[in-house]
Protein backbone atom coordinates (compact mmCIF):
# COMPACT_ATOMS: atom_id res chain seq x y z
CA UNK A 1 0.00 0.00 0.00
CA UNK A 2 2.84 2.00 -0.09
CA UNK A 3 3.28 4.39 2.83
CA UNK A 4 0.73 7.54 2.84
CA UNK A 5 -2.90 7.28 3.03
CA UNK A 6 -5.46 10.31 2.55
CA UNK A 7 -8.55 9.63 5.07
CA UNK A 8 -11.51 12.13 5.47
CA UNK A 9 -15.43 12.08 6.97
CA UNK A 10 -18.39 12.25 4.27
CA UNK A 11 -22.16 13.15 4.03
CA UNK A 12 -23.93 15.15 1.49
CA UNK A 13 -20.79 16.14 -0.82
CA UNK A 14 -21.69 15.51 -3.90
CA UNK A 15 -20.95 18.60 -5.27
CA UNK A 16 -17.11 18.78 -4.02
CA UNK A 17 -16.06 15.35 -3.22
CA UNK A 18 -14.63 14.55 -6.79
CA UNK A 19 -12.72 17.68 -7.35
CA UNK A 20 -11.14 16.46 -4.08
CA UNK A 21 -10.61 12.64 -4.89
CA UNK A 22 -8.91 13.84 -8.32
CA UNK A 23 -6.56 16.09 -6.66
CA UNK A 24 -5.19 13.07 -4.63
CA UNK A 25 -4.32 10.85 -7.65
CA UNK A 26 -0.74 10.42 -7.72
CA UNK A 27 0.05 11.70 -4.39
CA UNK A 28 -1.15 9.27 -2.30
CA UNK A 29 -1.46 5.26 -2.35
CA UNK A 30 -4.62 4.28 -0.50
CA UNK A 31 -7.74 7.01 0.39
CA UNK A 32 -9.91 6.03 3.11
CA UNK A 33 -13.79 7.33 3.57
CA UNK A 34 -16.38 7.30 6.63
CA UNK A 35 -19.70 8.24 5.35
CA UNK A 36 -21.93 9.66 8.24
CA UNK A 37 -25.11 9.05 6.35
CA UNK A 38 -25.49 10.58 3.12
CA UNK A 39 -28.61 11.18 1.42
CA UNK A 40 -27.53 12.53 -2.00
CA UNK A 41 -24.94 10.81 -4.73
CA UNK A 42 -21.77 10.74 -2.00
CA UNK A 43 -21.73 7.05 -1.50
CA UNK A 44 -22.45 6.61 -5.30
CA UNK A 45 -19.44 8.74 -6.26
CA UNK A 46 -17.30 6.74 -3.48
CA UNK A 47 -18.41 3.21 -5.31
CA UNK A 48 -17.30 4.81 -8.86
CA UNK A 49 -14.14 5.94 -7.34
CA UNK A 50 -13.35 2.33 -5.48
CA UNK A 51 -13.14 1.14 -9.02
CA UNK A 52 -11.25 4.09 -10.83
CA UNK A 53 -7.82 2.93 -11.95
CA UNK A 54 -7.15 6.62 -12.26
CA UNK A 55 -7.53 7.33 -8.35
CA UNK A 56 -5.28 5.83 -5.89
CA UNK A 57 -6.82 2.67 -3.85
CA UNK A 58 -10.05 3.63 -1.79
CA UNK A 59 -11.50 1.89 0.58
CA UNK A 60 -14.80 3.20 2.46
CA UNK A 61 -17.62 2.23 4.94
CA UNK A 62 -20.80 4.06 6.80
CA UNK A 63 -20.25 4.45 10.24
CA UNK A 64 -23.39 6.44 12.44
CA UNK A 65 -22.98 9.91 13.09
CA UNK A 66 -22.28 10.49 16.48
CA UNK A 67 -19.94 13.94 16.64
CA UNK A 68 -16.65 14.50 14.44
CA UNK A 69 -14.65 13.25 16.88
CA UNK A 70 -16.35 10.22 16.51
CA UNK A 71 -16.11 9.73 12.78
CA UNK A 72 -12.65 11.37 12.55
CA UNK A 73 -11.80 8.50 14.76
CA UNK A 74 -13.18 5.98 12.75
CA UNK A 75 -11.53 7.19 9.42
CA UNK A 76 -8.11 7.32 11.44
CA UNK A 77 -8.28 4.05 12.05
CA UNK A 78 -8.60 2.47 8.61
CA UNK A 79 -5.23 3.77 7.75
CA UNK A 80 -2.34 1.38 7.79
CA UNK A 81 -0.25 3.37 6.48
CA UNK A 82 3.16 4.75 8.12
CA UNK A 83 1.89 8.25 7.17
CA UNK A 84 -1.59 9.67 7.11
CA UNK A 85 -2.96 13.06 5.25
CA UNK A 86 -6.02 14.53 6.83
CA UNK A 87 -8.34 15.87 3.92
CA UNK A 88 -11.87 17.21 3.92
CA UNK A 89 -14.64 16.63 0.86
CA UNK A 90 -14.77 20.29 0.50
CA UNK A 91 -10.81 20.53 0.58
CA UNK A 92 -8.27 19.76 -2.72
CA UNK A 93 -4.87 19.46 -2.97
CA UNK A 94 -3.55 22.73 -5.32
CA UNK A 95 -0.92 22.36 -8.00
CA UNK A 96 1.42 23.09 -6.19
CA UNK A 97 0.80 21.52 -2.70
CA UNK A 98 0.57 18.24 -4.97
CA UNK A 99 4.73 18.68 -6.62
CA UNK A 100 5.58 19.69 -2.90
CA UNK A 101 4.02 16.22 -1.54
CA UNK A 102 5.58 13.74 -4.18
CA UNK A 103 9.25 15.72 -4.10
CA UNK A 104 8.87 15.14 -0.51
CA UNK A 105 7.74 11.21 -0.82
CA UNK A 106 10.53 10.62 -3.59
CA UNK A 107 13.19 12.47 -1.73
CA UNK A 108 12.23 11.10 1.88
CA UNK A 109 12.52 14.32 3.44
CA UNK A 110 9.42 14.16 5.58
CA UNK A 111 11.38 11.90 7.70
CA UNK A 112 12.82 15.15 9.54
CA UNK A 113 9.87 15.86 10.98
CA UNK A 114 6.95 13.84 12.55
CA UNK A 115 4.09 16.30 11.52
CA UNK A 116 3.39 19.00 9.19
CA UNK A 117 1.06 21.98 9.33
CA UNK A 118 -0.15 23.00 6.30
CA UNK A 119 -1.63 26.09 5.20
CA UNK A 120 -5.23 26.93 4.11
CA UNK A 121 -6.03 29.04 1.62
CA UNK A 122 -10.08 29.63 2.20
CA UNK A 123 -12.53 30.63 -0.14
CA UNK A 124 -16.01 32.10 0.27
CA UNK A 125 -18.50 32.43 -2.01
CA UNK A 126 -15.12 31.35 -4.38
CA UNK A 127 -13.42 34.53 -3.59
CA UNK A 128 -10.28 33.68 -1.60
CA UNK A 129 -10.24 35.49 1.63
CA UNK A 130 -7.17 38.05 3.08
CA UNK A 131 -9.36 38.86 6.31
CA UNK A 132 -7.19 37.96 9.95
CA UNK A 133 -9.74 35.44 10.57
CA UNK A 134 -9.17 33.31 7.84
CA UNK A 135 -5.93 33.92 5.91
CA UNK A 136 -2.92 32.61 6.12
CA UNK A 137 -4.22 29.58 8.43
CA UNK A 138 -2.05 26.38 9.19
CA UNK A 139 -3.40 22.98 10.51
CA UNK A 140 -1.94 19.53 11.13
CA UNK A 141 -2.74 17.52 8.52
CA UNK A 142 0.28 15.29 7.71
CA UNK A 143 1.53 13.27 10.53
CA UNK A 144 3.12 10.00 11.47
CA UNK A 145 -0.29 7.65 11.93
CA UNK A 146 1.30 5.93 15.02
CA UNK A 147 1.68 9.58 16.50
CA UNK A 148 -1.84 11.00 15.57
CA UNK A 149 -4.71 10.75 17.37
CA UNK A 150 -7.93 12.79 17.00
CA UNK A 151 -9.43 15.15 20.07
CA UNK A 152 -12.97 13.97 21.49
CA UNK A 153 -14.19 17.27 20.53
CA UNK A 154 -18.21 17.07 19.52
CA UNK A 155 -17.36 19.96 17.15
CA UNK A 156 -13.97 21.17 15.73
CA UNK A 157 -11.98 18.64 16.51
CA UNK A 158 -8.17 18.14 15.98
CA UNK A 159 -5.10 16.54 15.73
CA UNK A 160 -3.29 15.30 18.97
CA UNK A 161 0.48 14.60 18.91
CA UNK A 162 2.50 13.47 21.75
CA UNK A 163 5.14 15.90 23.90
CA UNK A 164 8.62 15.88 21.85
CA UNK A 165 7.32 15.81 18.41
CA UNK A 166 9.12 17.38 15.72
CA UNK A 167 6.94 19.81 13.39
CA UNK A 168 7.47 21.27 10.14
CA UNK A 169 5.05 23.54 8.07
CA UNK A 170 4.05 23.63 4.02
CA UNK A 171 3.21 26.82 2.46
CA UNK A 172 2.09 24.99 -0.86
CA UNK A 173 -1.65 25.92 -0.10
CA UNK A 174 -4.97 23.52 0.66
CA UNK A 175 -7.52 24.62 -1.34
CA UNK A 176 -10.72 25.32 0.78
CA UNK A 177 -14.25 25.88 -0.18
CA UNK A 178 -15.46 27.24 3.38
CA UNK A 179 -18.70 28.60 1.92
CA UNK A 180 -19.79 28.16 -1.49
CA UNK A 181 -23.66 27.91 -1.05
CA UNK A 182 -25.18 30.14 2.07
CA UNK A 183 -28.33 27.50 1.94
CA UNK A 184 -26.32 24.59 2.03
CA UNK A 185 -23.86 26.14 4.35
CA UNK A 186 -26.76 26.92 6.63
CA UNK A 187 -27.61 23.15 7.05
CA UNK A 188 -23.70 22.39 8.74
CA UNK A 189 -24.30 25.49 10.63
CA UNK A 190 -27.61 24.05 12.80
CA UNK A 191 -25.41 20.74 12.95
CA UNK A 192 -22.62 22.61 14.09
CA UNK A 193 -24.88 24.55 16.83
CA UNK A 194 -26.34 21.57 18.08
CA UNK A 195 -23.00 20.27 18.89
CA UNK A 196 -21.58 23.10 20.16
CA UNK A 197 -24.45 23.35 22.68
CA UNK A 198 -24.32 19.86 23.92
CA UNK A 199 -20.63 20.47 24.61
CA UNK A 200 -21.26 23.49 26.28
CA UNK A 201 -20.87 24.12 30.18
CA UNK A 202 -23.79 24.74 32.12
CA UNK A 203 -24.57 28.31 32.51
CA UNK A 204 -27.38 30.45 34.27
CA UNK A 205 -30.62 30.88 32.04
CA UNK A 206 -30.17 34.88 32.63
CA UNK A 207 -26.41 34.90 31.41
CA UNK A 208 -27.59 33.01 28.54
CA UNK A 209 -30.20 35.66 28.27
CA UNK A 210 -27.83 38.06 28.30
CA UNK A 211 -25.45 37.00 25.85
CA UNK A 212 -27.78 35.58 23.28
CA UNK A 213 -28.86 39.38 23.24
CA UNK A 214 -25.53 40.64 22.30
CA UNK A 215 -23.83 38.15 20.70
CA UNK A 216 -25.08 38.75 17.22
CA UNK A 217 -23.48 42.48 16.84
CA UNK A 218 -20.46 42.00 18.65
CA UNK A 219 -19.92 38.86 16.83
CA UNK A 220 -20.78 40.51 13.82
CA UNK A 221 -18.24 43.41 14.35
CA UNK A 222 -15.26 41.28 15.83
CA UNK A 223 -15.23 39.75 12.33
CA UNK A 224 -16.16 42.48 10.00
CA UNK A 225 -14.00 44.93 11.39
CA UNK A 226 -11.78 43.39 14.34
CA UNK A 227 -10.60 40.63 11.92
CA UNK A 228 -10.83 42.61 8.93
CA UNK A 229 -13.53 40.89 7.22
CA UNK A 230 -14.28 43.93 5.63
CA UNK A 231 -11.11 43.62 3.07
CA UNK A 232 -13.46 40.79 1.40
CA UNK A 233 -16.19 43.07 0.18
CA UNK A 234 -19.57 41.40 0.08
CA UNK A 235 -18.44 37.67 0.53
CA UNK A 236 -16.80 39.23 3.98
CA UNK A 237 -19.38 40.25 4.90
CA UNK A 238 -21.65 36.82 4.56
CA UNK A 239 -19.29 35.29 6.48
CA UNK A 240 -19.32 37.42 9.08
CA UNK A 241 -22.88 37.47 9.64
CA UNK A 242 -23.33 33.66 8.93
CA UNK A 243 -20.43 33.67 12.02
CA UNK A 244 -22.62 36.08 13.96
CA UNK A 245 -26.08 33.90 13.58
CA UNK A 246 -24.10 30.93 14.40
CA UNK A 247 -23.26 32.43 18.36
CA UNK A 248 -27.17 33.35 17.74
CA UNK A 249 -28.22 29.90 17.23
CA UNK A 250 -25.43 28.56 19.77
CA UNK A 251 -26.98 30.44 22.54
CA UNK A 252 -30.60 29.98 21.77
CA UNK A 253 -29.89 25.88 21.73
CA UNK A 254 -27.97 26.31 25.44
CA UNK A 255 -30.64 28.20 26.60
CA UNK A 256 -33.19 25.83 25.15
CA UNK A 257 -31.52 23.09 27.22
CA UNK A 258 -31.02 25.10 30.19
Not at 31 to 38: L, P, R, Y
Amino acid sequence: MGNLTAFLIVRNEELLLPRCLASLADVVDAIEAVDTGSHDNTPEILQDAASDPALPSLSWARVPFENFGQARRAALARVQTEWALWIDADEALSPALRSRLRRIRATGAWDAYDAYAIRLENRVLGRVMHGRNLANQYRLRLFRTRLGAISPSLVHEGLQLPPGCRLGSITEPLLHDTLTSWRRYLAKVDLYTTLAAEAAAPRRPLYLLAHLLVTFPATMWREFFWRTGFRDGWPGCVWAATTAWSSVLTDAKKLRRG
